[in-house]
């Protein structure tokens, strides 16, 4: 596993990085952190430090960046990634107007923390303060100013295994973490897709479990 970045999930705590480095390690994966990929081709990885490693299958996960039509936009404050870069208020800084959340916000409501992540929850939680944001806009009222409560991340690392940390104190792992996390998917499948029809998916997983394959590569 390469990273560039100092450690293995830069977005969640040290805690959850920690932990998942043990785990992985435990698997057998060797994890390389500040390792920047120069280029990539048939048979093997180049890092701009002028090393490499021979490799015939490789998966490249390039994280996560705004929609590209966010590229189009002139005249908005953006950062290395395109997001818009937005007040607490979740109002751009180029236009109190133009709202943006989720994957499209580079949101840094309080001044001395981090840059919120990509994060399923931060996103969910800022569509909710959108709906009161936007009519207090329109009514000409004052802003109300976001606030994240993190709830904790869940980390799965397979079938059977995952590691996690609740409201930024308590940790859990193994079986544990691994059923939080596909009761927390489900729950997500609930949401979008309504209780009657998540049932549907989730008994339709169980029946097919033993046929499925076990990874898909296309």
Known sequence: MIEA?????????????????????QYGITILTKHRVARVDEN???????????????????????????????????DHINRLKVYATLQTLSDPNVFAFGDCAHCQPIA???????????????ASFLVEAMKARIQGTSQPMFKFSDKGSLVSLSHHKAVGELLGQINVQGFI???MYVSLYRLHQATIHGYTHAGLLTAKDFVTRKIAPKIKLH
């Open 177 to 179: 973490a691994k059923s």
């Open 5 to 25: 970045a100092e450690r293995i999930l830069p977005a969640l705590s040290e805690t959850i990085a920690k932990h998942t480095q043990q785990q992985l390690g």
């Open 112 to 126: 001395n923390k981090s840059v919120l992540g990509p994060r399923a929850q931060v996103a969910s939680q800022q």
């Open 44 to 78: 093997k990885i180049y890092f701009t430090d002028g090393t490499t490693i021979e490799a015939e299958l490789k998966v490249w996960a390039a994280g996560i960046k705004a929609p590209a039509v966010i590229e189009t936009l002139k005249g908005f404050k953006k």
